[in-house]
């Protein structure tokens, strides 16, 4: 976007202006100094580093002391983009009070500059609750991972009129309960188009089509640095992961055939001093 730091109302400014917003996740240093220095608009702490980088099988596992802990260490390289927390599961499904204060760890502890939830109508007043404690909130509806089993898996969602109708709702409670903006996900490209039509904050897709106010992606889908699983909406930019396991295979060879490190890897002493060493030791 620009060298400064982005903030909420650049957000909100960019969908008035026609300009698309763009935005990855990140989990660490490394990578949160990359996304900054690639200029996205918006870093992510996604709960999919459940996923991407613990290895579980969904996001449900991962608690606000995960969260906490990956915030900090991208925070510290992601400088310009404004920085988004994902509030774990049952971290705000409780009670309002529990995700105000849980919201405030994240920014608190982790450093982050907003939180994410996921919902809609059914989580309106949780949003409006933590936008009134003073805490910007950014909405997920369509495909919601965390609450993925009751929706019958990760699936397309808003399938059929009444379901995408839901969808539509849910946006406008949202909006109406005051997020600055909200992440799509999985929804028919045409629904996606209704949706940011629907309402006055931007609208990010994830696999929602082209017509929406902006996109996101899991940068280790993006980079083929997680392929486990690659759904349909993801597209692989790179493919890191051969690469790397190349490198290493490399490496592994190199070590055993006693090639690496070869001199000008290692440090060198003075013929005088090896000498000295040479009396100095035991015969
Ligand atoms: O956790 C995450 O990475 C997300 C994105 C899929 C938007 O919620």
Redesign the pocket.
């Known amino acids: 976007m620009s060298d400064k730091k982005v903030t909420v109302l650049d957000v909100q400014q960019a969908k008035k202006d026609g300009r698309k917003l763009v935005?990855v996740?990140a989990y660490d240093y490394p990578f949160g100094l990359m996304a900054d220095e690639a200029g996205v608009d918006i870093v992510?702490?996604?709960?999919?580093?459940?996923m991407?980088v613990m290895g579980l099988e969904g996001?449900v596992e991962v608690t606000m002391e995960h969260m906490i802990h990956h915030i900090r260490a991208v925070v510290r390289g992601c400088k310009g983009p404004l920085v988004v927390g994902?509030m774990p599961f049952m971290s705000y499904n409780t009670s309002i009070r529990e995700a105000i204060i849980n919201a405030g760890r994240l920014m608190k502890e982790g450093g982050c500059d907003v939180v994410?939830l996921?919902g809609g109508i059914d989580f309106a007043t949780t949003v409006e609750g933590i936008v009134k404690a003073g805490i910007p909130v950014q909405g997920?509806i369509g495909l919601t991972?965390q609450t993925a089993s009751a929706l019958g898996g990760f699936k397309m969602q808003g399938k059929d009129a009444k379901a995408a109708m839901r969808i539509i709702d849910d946006a406008k409670a949202l909006e109406d309960a005051g997020v600055f903006s909200m992440?799509l996900?999985a929804v028919p490209a045409p629904l996606g188009k209704l949706v940011a039509k629907a309402v006055s904050v931007p609208v990010?897709g994830?696999g929602a089509g082209v017509d929406v106010d902006g996109q996101?992606?899991?940068t280790h889908d993006m980079i083929g640095l997680f392929d486990k699983f690659v759904p349909k909406f993801v597209k692989q930019y790179t493919k890191i992961r051969p690469t790397i396991i190349n490198a290493l295979k490399a490496y592994k060879d190199e070590v055993v055939e006693a090639s690496f490190p070869g001199t000008e890897h290692s440090f060198k002493m003075s013929d005088k001093a090896l000498e000295q060493l040479k009396k100095l030791m035991p015969s």
């Open positions: 935005m996740t992510l702490i996604g709960d999919s580093l459940g991407v996001t994902d994410k996921e997920h991972p992440i996900e990010i994830i996101v992606l899991v």
